[in-house]
Nanobody, 125 residues
Framework: QVQLVESGGGLVQAGGSLRLSCAAS????????MGWFRQAPGKERDFVTT????????YYADSVKGRFTISRDNAKNTVYLQMNKLKPEETAVYYC??????????????????WGQGTQVTVSS
């Protein structure tokens, strides 16, 4: 079992930045691929970005490329999501997820077994 706790959400103006954190506990964090997803009100949960267990394989949704950066600190059992130039349409609950993938990355919600409770990000116009 892996327990995930997100933090860092909040209210920010359009064009602003936020840094989300996801702290993991339970199993060996460095064994897991980590992902970030988001769910806007009334919409499905969408993929944002993913990072492999050693951090050498990263993938972003096209909509966030160049503005968002995922990183991980295996010594601190934490994955981060730096979000810059935020847009109002990116208002959503942001979730981190974990799954053992042997170095691969995953872009589908169904690929992840472990999820945090989410953190709200609100971008005002």
């Amino acid at each position: 079992q892996v327990q995930l706790v997100e933090s860092g959400g909040g209210l920010v103006q359009a064009g602003g930045s936020l840094r989300l954190s996801c702290a993991a506990s339970g199993r060996t964090f460095s064994d897991y691929t980590m992902g970030w997803f988001r769910q806007a009100p009334g919409k499905e949960r969408d993929f944002v970005t993913t990072i492999s267990w050693r951090g050498n394989n990263i993938y972003y949704a096209d909509s966030v490329k160049g503005r968002f950066t995922i990183s991980r600190d295996n010594a601190k059992n934490t994955v981060y999501l730096q979000m810059n130039k935020l847009k109002p349409e990116e208002t959503a609950v942001y979730y981190c997820a974990a799954q053992y993938m042997l170095g691969r990355v995953g872009v589908r919600e169904s690929e992840y077994a472990y999820w945090g409770q989410g953190t709200q990000v609100t971008v005002s116009s």
